[in-house]
């Protein structure tokens, strides 16, 4: 399985479609282990890039703060799985509670605030 989460300054991103960086992450998941990971620098921002981009790294789930309704349909058709609400933290502490189940994920940050631009 490989995640990708967006980062700035080496932890997640709250705007995924305006962050510097994907993290790659390969994972062996009866193992509960990190195998590799890979920086990616992001491409320009455009709507509807990132998920045939993603689906293109190889992601399997990407693990966001928030996420628009369009977007999360748009990483649906490409078989991504999308996980919101995550911590600001470091991609390597984000996937391991993601893969011991321990990862308090919240309010998907794109639904609940007023004016929010969220990347589509």
């Known amino acids: ?20 960086s994907f993290a790659i992450l390969d994972v062996d998941t009866s193992a509960k282990k990190i195998l590799k990971r890979d920086d990616i620098k992001a491409p320009p921002h455009q709507p509807g890039l990132l998920p045939p981009w993603l689906a293109q790294q190889g992601a399997n789930v990407i ?35 993601y893969l011991n189940g321990s990862l308090q994920s919240g309010l998907n940050v794109c639904d609940h605030v007023e004016g929010h631009e969220c990347s589509h």
């Open 1 to 20: 399985m490989k995640i990708a989460i967006p980062i700035v300054a080496g932890k997640l991103s709250a705007h995924f479609g305006h962050c510097e």
């Open 63 to 97: 693990i966001a703060g928030g996420m628009g309704g369009h977007a999360q349909e748009l990483f649906a058709q490409y078989s991504i799985r999308v996980v919101l609400g995550a911590p600001s933290d470091t991609p390597e502490e984000i996937v391991r509670c």
